[in-house]
């Protein structure tokens, strides 16, 4: 129905930066809002990022003034720009998009995940 395809992660040394993308595809009328969680091993997954569509974007505390999100709506394609990374940051990130479809339901969609590895 939709698909989110990521791409972009990888490892990097701590101060490094990294670009993740998110491009969505298939039965899609709008796009409500896009965006990024991630989760490391044992813990719960969580907000990293997030950009409705029209309203202000939501960042965790934890990311805020080193991650930038941003969109392209033409290409149904969310980014993650990731500037000064830390250990921490160490995560598989997730792309979420909530989606009104072509029979114009409202759903939300997951990406496979991609891995960000951040060394010390």
């Known amino acids: 129905q939709v698909q989110l395809v990521e791409s972009g992660g990888g490892l990097v040394q701590a101060g490094g930066s990294l670009r993740l993308s998110c491009a969505a595809s298939g039965s899609i009328f709008s796009i409500n809002a896009m965006g990024w969680y991630r989760q490391a091993p044992g813990k719960q997954r969580e907000l990293v990022a997030r950009r409705p569509s029209g309203a202000k974007t939501n960042y965790a505390d934890s990311v805020k003034g080193r991650f930038t999100i941003s969109r392209d709506d033409a290409k149904n394609t969310v980014y993650l720009q990731m500037n000064s990374l830390k250990p921490e940051d160490t995560a598989v990130y997730y792309c979420?998009?909530?989606?009104?479809?072509?029979?114009?339901?409202?759903?939300?969609?997951w990406g496979q995940g991609t891995q960000v590895t951040v060394s010390s």
């Open positions: 979420n998009a909530e989606v009104v479809t072509t029979t114009l339901a409202e759903f939300g969609f």
